[in-house]
């Protein structure tokens, strides 16, 4: 069963509009979250992330909201330019930024963002 | 070469044969990771070792055998695989054991297996 889930596997913005993509846990264990940005035939890069102590947090035209009590959270991308095009994966863990244990990733399946010019 | 490389890009093998993905990362992280993504499914976690020391194995079969001889190198070892087990893998590396932020991937390996 997963834990965590992004339902949209695209979403198609036109450039300069906002972009809302989602992601939903199931695992009230899990208490920091990450978003990661992945272009084709590279790795996945960190984009932004937030602790559960806090319900947004900000980084440029980035912003992730975090709704503990729906066990759900948003990126925001505005304005939004074709640059940004990529799949996004939402990942979470139950460890914080950093710590010891086994804090390892949960990722969703991740959705594919087109910025149309 | 900087960042976190990973060889061969492309693999075709077939159940029968034995082959090894390489992973080297040049950033002087002590964590290096494999992650596994198939069609369709989340990216997963496969093994975690930290200054050489394997400390995680996510209930990997056997077939998947992972080297760590240094640091810098982590090897996967592929024998007798199934056609399942076609995935695009990735190496991913850490300064500190865990460090979500700092964990960066490799461009990955894709295989597919006959």
């Known amino acids: 069963d997963q834990q965590v889930k992004q339902n949209s596997p695209s979403l198609s913005v036109q450039e300069g509009r906002i972009s809302i993509l989602n992601c939903d846990y199931t695992?009230?264990?899990?208490?920091?979250f990450l978003w990661y940005k992945k272009y084709p035939a590279e790795g996945p890069t960190f984009l932004i992330s937030?602790?559960?102590?806090?319900d947004k947090n900000e980084d440029g035209r980035f912003t992730v909201f975090l709704n503990k009590s729906a066990k759900h959270l948003s990126l925001h991308i505005v304005p939004s330019q074709p640059g940004d095009s990529a799949v996004y994966f939402c990942a979470a863990s139950a460890g914080g930024p950093v710590g010891a244990g086994s804090y390892q990733l949960t990722f969703g399946k991740g959705t594919k963002l087109s910025v149309i010019p | 070469e900087t960042g976190v490389t990973q060889t061969p890009r492309h693999l075709v093998m077939g159940m029968t044969n034995k082959k090894s993905l390489k992973c080297e990362q040049h950033l002087g992280h002590n964590a290096m990771y494999w992650y596994k993504q198939s069609a369709k499914k989340p990216l997963e976690l496969m093994f975690v070792y930290n200054f050489k020391e394997q400390t995680e194995n996510n209930s990997v079969p056997s077939r998947f055998s992972p080297e760590c001889p240094n640091s810098s190198h982590l090897f996967l070892h592929l024998h007798t695989l199934q056609p399942e087990d076609s995935a695009l893998y990735l190496c991913a590396s850490s300064q500190e054991l865990w460090a979500p932020e700092t964990q960066y991937f490799g461009p990955g390996t894709r295989l597919l297996v006959l």
């Open positions: 695992n009230s264990m899990f208490d920091y």
């Open positions: 937030i602790s559960s102590i806090k």
